[in-house]
């Protein structure tokens, strides 16, 4: 349920290593008591299809890993809407991408935050880097925080 709600999404490819972040951090949130009533998904990528539930939902939480920056250092940033072809909806789109299709689409985009890692590694395997795995705590504290308002980015 994501009417008026929090939806969480964790993102990447959970066989590249670090890119697996977002499912990691999912798993976590999915059962953190701090986010009960939250909608808490792991996603191969951002498709267009999230954007209906983007624009039903009061908040927006995306987690992903970052290509650049010292493994496991966290980021958090407010993502705007912005207004892409229709031709590059094919595949993925970029966090601001969604929240510009949620817009035009349905008219409304609530408040979406990225949490990013940065990974050390994207070679093949499920399991992240010891800096990720370090930096997880962080990445769930961060949404949580996000989540109950203490943190504004």
């Known amino acids: ?3 008026a709600g929090v939806l969480v999404v964790g993102y990447g490819n959970s066989l590249r290593g670090d890119d697996g972040i977002g499912w990691h951090a999912a798993r976590l949130l ?3 008591p701090r986010l009960a009533g939250a909608r808490v998904l792991a996603q191969h990528q951002l498709v267009p ?3 209906v539930e983007v624009s039903r939902a009061a908040l927006v939480v995306l987690v992903d890993a970052a290509a650049d920056g010292d493994p496991g250092a966290v980021l958090v940033r407010r993502v705007q809407p912005r207004r892409t072809d229709p031709a590059t ?3 993925h789109l970029d966090p601001e991408s969604l929240a510009g299709l949620a817009k035009d689409l349905y008219g409304a985009v ?3 935050v990225l949490v990013s890692v ?3 590694s994207f070679t093949g ?3 992240l ?3 990720l795995e370090r930096a997880l705590p962080e990445v769930v504290e961060a949404v949580a925080d996000i989540v109950s308002g203490q943190y504004r980015a």
Do not use: F, N, V
């Open 118 to 120: 940065a990974a050390g």
């Open 89 to 91: 909806w094919s595949h």
């Open 110 to 112: 609530p408040p979406i």
């Open 49 to 51: 299809e999230l954007a």
């Open 30 to 32: 999915a059962s953190d």
């Open 125 to 127: 395997g499920d399991r």
């Open 129 to 131: 880097s010891g800096a």
């Open 1 to 3: 349920m994501t009417d």
